[in-house]
């Protein structure tokens, strides 16, 4: 059968690449068992002389509380992403649905906030941050992740592609703007909903030059911060790095992994498939 | 569905105060805040709360240590001291910087400056220093480059590690010793673990022993100027002795990764480091052999040079700055100054205490009293010192990549020089 | 229809209202910034358009222009159809166990820190340590000298940059491929296409909005590139992967000249601006249902 032959050869070349773009992070997670010697050793040896060495791990706790950063960077990234979600599909909405006057240049007005470099506005926003009080708190820290431009852009577009014949329909049934936005337009784009909710988790949770900025007290810092703090002028401890790296990958992973069977999950409960 | 709005309204509402909480209060101490970027010594920095709860005993104020990323660290620096309420009341920084370029930094009070400029050693006087006056403490031996060598490489090269090579002749032969190539001419084993990666200010940190063995410098003395210093015949000797190192002798190689882990893997015999790099070695790469002897020297000695000083000072518009010079002279002493040293393993600043026992008993103390002994080779302590070193060290890459010949490369580095510090 | 409008514009007010406050206002100062310089001791002088003229008249400058398009152009196409691919590839998979599985691989190089990234594969990279020179050598290939050579040191991140992104791109079109009803695929089997015609004319088309997003997106991401470059080779070998963003970060923080940085932001800005409208204009259509 040709097509299940083209099937399997298809099946086989995701699965290569998904282990060759998966591999650096084995890599990675290999190079946190190893010691210092080890890691420097030549030949290269891909295998750690003891698996279970968690020493560089007991080591990343000691010298940071690590434990603390994940909490951090968990409370932070959760808000941002929702707060995120909720604002962004209002937008892209009205701006996917609604033509009204000056629609186009607000949502390129949107849009350029992207194209400005990060690095530019920093200090300036530092300052106002900094006048508002918010310097090394949460809210401070949160100030420019609340909504994402990729968020009202995603959902812009994926809006864009429900039927307007549905939402006219339940206009003339007499539902409130607001009623149609939750009970028509969101269940039909749930997969872009997680994919937006895990993207925006994603970004916020590797942040590192805006809370390295407004940062100051330990007990503050995010993940990221940790992460750097285990290089420095000199040198890179890439034992305590990778890590580090490991320990800060894990929460995510597992938001990956719930959001993940929920887009799977609304595809195959959605009324809205054929 | 209403379950899923009303457990995601509850989830807001549990979030949100959390969210908009102050950060923790902390209890009534008086706090003097304490800027660093040194997140590689952190014995070092505890030691300012240890001896800051000292301080407390008698003033009231301790001291909070704040380490920041060195990655970034100056863009923070910058919003936090533009915006003043959130400013460290002392930070670790370079003076040229942050009292030259801006105007961030209090003066030090006069007996607390006799103090210091008495105890430093005589190439450090000027660290700190911002048009004659003192803003900054010192707080290492900055970037003062000392020969390492891998004593086994060198025995099975035939040369003897005890007596060391004075000059730049002798020293390239013990390179050319020490190199071993392969049947490609690729070098597997290099005479000279060399930097060529990273930052051009780096690079040009490096370079310069080696422009200052040939008598260059790279401004002028009141630096101003740079063509005619920059691209002067020394300096274009210099440069080309650096670039044949890799493309002639190939004592050096492009192929090796940083010169550090090249000389912790065996692979670079001899290396040009800092006092805090047999630290790493012995960490590191615990079963190399090393030895530590002065730089060698060509129509001049590189003697202890110092691209990137850094100092501890005190913010101009902190409302605690009495208190925070209160601490700096609290701190300001022989014994402090070796103590808070010792425990990271560094050396110490006070003139004193390099013939302390401590300093004594590491295997730099030698080459340290004969570097210190060479004459006080050129600063450059300007507003502008990273660019100008990043467009000097674009010149240094350039002609080790062989992308150029150093005349031309360094005639273009000093117009550009030129015409940043005309700007 | 004008209650419709209002309508509309009510739900763009919080977004509109929040990038106003967070962003416009630290946007419109960086620009005013871009007329001003800074004199040693602090002070900011007012010097009109001179700034522009000395930025865009800065060989630097422009030698930092050509590196970042020469990454873009070999990162942003191959970042797309690569992300299309796979996705078009994992939409296949009956079995949702493996999709997810091999979705989750492909998505994970975005879920670490763009410094940890870069540091994974700068080891990657090293010339005697690193994995991939181990990998040559052990199928008799020469070793490279990856980020050391001032020839392979922008494909070498670029690389990093398709790697990083690919899985986010892949998701983005998966959920859209999976938002495809079924009827379209059957109607087009009905008239006969193959799986390679129901490709053009079904798929491509009413992917359409993503793939204009996912470029836009990749091409404004690989332009702003920094931390992949800041954390590995500082913008060497010989300013060969010195990118815009890159000289603006030590234009404003190491060399401590805001002005001229926020005249780079605002070329940034413009450049992307225009690029992006032109690309919508060219390659936006309207999908009528």
Known sequence: ?274 | MRRLTWCSLALVLSVAPLVLAPAPSTPQTKKLVYWTHWEQNPEFNKFYETRGKDFAQKTGWEVQVVTVPYQGYEAKYLAALVGKSGAPDIYMGMTHHWCGQYDFCDRMPAELAKTWDENLPKYMVGVGKWKGARYGIPIEHGNFQQMYINVDLWKKAGLDPDKPVKTLDDWLAAMKKLTVLDAKGETTQAGFALRHKGHPVGITDKFLPFAHAFGARMLSPNLEQATGFANSADMVAALQFYQDLVQKHKVASLAFPTPEDAFGQKRGATIFRESWFFGWVKKNAPDVTFKVVALPCGKACPGAGNLFPWTNLVYKNSPNKQAAWEFMRFISNAKDDLDQHQAQGILPVWTANLESGYVKARPDYQSTQDMLKQPVPPEYYHPKSNELATAFGEAVVAALYGKGQPKPLLDEAAAKMDRVLKD | MARQRRAGFFFVLPALAYFGLVFLVPLVESVIGSFYRTVPGGESRFVGLRLYAKVLSDPTFWQAVANTVSLLVMSVPTTVVLALAVALGLHRLASLRWRSAWTAMYFLPFSVSLVAAALIWQWMYDPIYGFLNHLLGQVGLPTQKWLQSLEQVRPSLALVNVWVRLGFDTIIFLAALQAIPTEYYEAASIDGAGPARALRHVTLPLLNPQIVMVTMLELIFNFKVFDTVYATTQGGPAGASQTVIMLLYDTAFKYFRLGDASVMAVFVFVSLLLVTLLQWRLFRRQVEY
Request: charged share 10%; net charge positive.
């Open chain 1, 1 to 274: 059968m040709k097509a299940g032959r083209l099937h399997w050869v298809v099946g086989a070349v995701v699965a290569a690449g998904a282990v060759c773009v998966f591999f650096p992070f084995f890599w990675m997670a290999m190079t946190s068992f190893k010691t210092v010697p080890e890691i420097q050793r030549v030949p290269l040896q891909i295998f750690p002389d003891r698996w279970g060495n968690l020493d560089n791990y007991r080591e990343v706790f000691q010298r940071q509380p690590f434990a603390r950063f994940l909490l951090n960077s968990a409370l932070i990234a959760t808000v941002s992403a929702l707060s995120s979600v909720v604002v962004s599909s209002l937008a892209g909405y009205g701006f996917a649905k609604f033509r009204f006057p000056g629609h186009a240049v607000c949502f390129f007005a949107i849009v350029g906030i992207l194209m400005v470099p990060f690095q530019s506005v920093v200090v300036p926003l530092y300052l106002w941050v900094n006048r508002l009080g918010l310097v090394d708190t949460y809210a401070g820290i949160l100030a420019p992740d609340l909504v994402s431009v990729f968020g009202v852009f995603l959902m812009r577009q994926s809006i864009e592609v429900v039927p307007t014949d549905y939402i006219d329909a339940a206009r003339i049934d007499g539902a409130s703007e607001l009623g149609i936005f939750w009970r028509v337009v969101l269940p039909s784009v749930r997969p872009a909903l997680a994919t937006l909710v895990i993207v925006k988790f994603m970004w916020t949770w590797n942040e590192l030059f805006w809370p390295l900025v407004v940062v100051n007290s330990p007990t503050m810092k995010v993940v990221t911060l940790g992460l750097v703090s285990f290089t420095n002028m000199y040198f890179i401890e890439y034992n305590l790095v990778t890590a580090a790296a490991v320990l800060s990958i894990a929460p995510v992973l597992a938001v990956f992994l719930v959001c993940q069977k929920w887009i799977v999950r609304a595809v195959v409960l959605s009324g809205l498939r054929g």
